[in-house]
């Protein structure tokens, strides 16, 4: 062989470089956790990275040295003042079962190029569907993202709901869907994808706590009918992205089970719930959704990508793609769960569910549980120190570890409060102690925070407005 290849496929070098990389990975755990570490975000401006990644990319480096230089300049989710955007710190031995995943790199798609993670993804399909509540007939598959479970489960929706076979005729009478105005971009993108058009998606209002207003369904649907659309579904979201509210998914299923609409859950975010005794009833009518989408990478500690796609009746997944691979499958008609491409979009994907049960063997399931019920705290106590604070407003009461509010010390016309509000997390980020984004509301803008590190404390938030009065 090559003796470049030998030392690349040296196990003797990859049990070296490995041990010391896993030091390095713990050192750079603990000084996050911790909070030593000065920056929970070292930012950078884009043409300044590339122009850095450009000179060095190519050169001979030790890959301890390009893992310092990656760790240095990537955003810290386990840092307790990062309090961003959705994404979970991983809890470090998920990690591990990426580089397991990445080592064995057995992607699926038929059953013997990854027989252990084809079955295991069944079992933790089932585990999470019994969790949110449905029967024994529910089953689903694991997907790279909420964006994309989300799709898959709208595809579904249109071939077991179009009046027309559409996956083989093509669609030639409009279809459209309804959604909260509030909802993720991915389902506007998902209604455009299928080709419906910018009229196939029916944005329903939502009220002053930011829920899809359910009462307003018979109306619009009874508009879209007159315009000549056919209504397949209704996508509660659970919670929303911008303030984390959650829609009443009871009177959204009420409504789609009295007009035979699909009824799909984007619980992208808070679907995780269902682990949490606690505070489970946010996801009152979960069960009764025909399909839900919750990310485990979002809520449940795992590394990206890894998402449930869950459906009240297993088998309509085997609805959703009927083009023939006769080449990978011999039976193009027969129901075979352990061919999981006959089900998913992507052909090859990760081994999302080797993730989730590494945790769930080390831990089991009371992992979540505390983790969830600790994020949740802290969005509520973040919720009562902004209520508290003279000088700050929330734009609404926090309904899960997503808190929006606002610098308003003063009366100030909506342009200015705006503005304002825009150069404080500015400000943050060049600062990079706190990493927290913003969302616009009503047209105003307001600062976001996800509260998703388990090691932020009460300290950490009243920090982070003392830190906001600092750099005003
Ligand atoms: C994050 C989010 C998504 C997108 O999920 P990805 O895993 O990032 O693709 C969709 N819907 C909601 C409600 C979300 O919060």
Not at 362 to 373: I, P, S, V
Not at 431 to 443: M, S
Request: proline letters at 4%; hydrophobic letters at 45%.
């Amino acid at each position: 062989m090559d003796s470049i290849l030998e030392k690349a496929y040296d196990a003797e070098a990859f049990r070296n470089t490995a041990h010391r990389i896993v030091d390095q990975l713990a050192d750079f755990l603990k000084e996050n956790q911790s909070g030593e570490a000065p920056k929970a975000i070292a930012y950078r401006p884009a043409q300044e990275a590339y122009a850095y990644w450009e000179s060095v990319a190519g050169q001979p480096q030790p890959t301890e040295d390009l893992f310092g230089a990656i760790l240095a300049q990537s955003v810290h989710l386990h840092h307790p003042q990062y309090m961003g955007h959705q994404v979970s710190p991983p809890a470090p031995l998920a990690a591990l079962g990426s580089l397991l995943d990445g080592l064995l790199n057995n992607g699926m798609a038929v059953y013997e190029m990854g027989m252990a993670s084809t079955a295991i993804e069944r079992v933790v399909t089932e585990k999470v569907a019994q969790q949110m509540g449905f029967g024994p007939e529910a089953g689903g598959v694991l997907t790279s993202g909420g964006t994309l479970a989300n799709l898959t489960a709208l595809l579904t929706a249109r071939s077991v709901k179009a009046r027309e076979a559409v996956w083989s005729e093509g669609q030639a009478q409009p279809l459209a869907l309804m959604v909260s105005e509030e909802a993720h971009y991915c389902v506007d993108r998902a209604v455009r994808i299928m080709g419906w058009g910018e009229a196939g998606i029916i944005k329903v209002p939502v009220n002053e706590k930011y829920q899809m207003r359910a009462d307003l369904l018979p109306g619009l649907l009874a508009d879209a009918e007159a315009r000549g659309q056919q209504v397949i579904a209704v996508v509660g979201s659970a919670c929303s992205t911008s303030t984390g509210s959650f829609d009443d998914l009871n009177a959204i299923a009420a409504f789609c089970e009295a007009n035979g609409l699909w009824f799909h859950v984007d619980g992208a975010h808070g679907a995780a719930l269902a682990f949490s005794p606690r505070h489970r009833h946010v996801l009152s009518g979960l069960s009764r959704a025909d399909s839900v989408a919750m990310d485990f990478h979002k809520m449940l500690l795992t590394p990206v990508l890894a998402t449930a796609l869950i459906y009240k009746e297993g088998r309509q997944a085997y609805r959703t793609f009927s083009q023939r691979a006769h080449y990978l499958w011999a039976g193009q008609t027969e129901e075979e769960w352990e061919n999981l491409a006959k089900r998913t979009f992507e052909c090859t994907k990760y081994m999302i569910g080797v993730k989730v049960l590494t945790l769930w063997q080390a831990y089991g399931m009371g992992l979540w549980e505390a983790y969830l019920d600790k994020v949740m705290a802290n969005g509520e106590t973040l919720g009562r120190l902004v209520e508290a604070a003279p000088d700050f407003e929330l734009a609404l009461r926090p309904q899960c570890n997503i808190v929006c509010f606002r610098y308003a010390p003063d009366r100030l016309p909506p342009e200015q409060r705006s503005a304002r509000n825009a150069r404080i997390r500015e400000a943050l980020l060049a600062d990079g102690a706190y990493y927290i984004v913003q969302t616009i509301l009503k047209e105003e803008l307001y600062l976001r925070v996800t509260l998703t590190s388990p090691h932020t404390e009460e300290t950490h938030l009243r920090g982070l407005l003392d830190k906001i009065r600092e750099v005003v």
